[in-house]
């Protein structure tokens, strides 16, 4: 059975960097396109940023330029580094498998001073 597992959240000061990492687990190989999506208190769950089966990238606007979404050969790892982060960023950080409509449980990234 394919599960999502995130790790790498915390909590980090305005203007810092956290790297989120999703292991899939289940499976050897994953060539599925991937994502992370993120929920903040009170707000609805968006779509941060996607990674394709033939690796090519797209981000939110407000992600775009300090967000990136890379996976590892397998695609069994992926991975969301994010630098210069803002107090809006604080939000439940989640992994999606959309091919599969599998999520994981989620990391919270706080960024506050």
């Known amino acids: 059975q394919v599960q999502l597992v995130e790790s790498g959240g915390g909590l980090v000061q305005p203007g810092g960097s956290l790297r989120l990492s999703c292991a899939v687990s289940?499976?050897?190989?994953?060539?599925?396109?991937m994502a992370w999506a993120r929920q903040a208190p009170g707000k609805q769950r968006e779509m941060v940023a996607v990674?394709?089966?033939?690796?090519?990238?797209s981000y939110q606007p407000s992600a775009r330029g300090r967000f990136t979404i890379s996976r590892d050969d397998a695609g069994t790892t992926v991975y969301l580094q994010m630098t210069h982060l803002k107090p809006e960023d604080t939000a439940i950080y989640s992994c999606?498998?959309?091919?599969?409509?599998?999520w994981g449980q989620g990391t919270q990234v706080t960024v506050s001073s």
């Open positions: 999606h498998l959309p091919t599969l409509n599998l």
């Open positions: 289940g499976t050897t190989y994953n060539p599925y396109a």
């Open positions: 990674i394709n089966t033939d690796s090519s990238t």
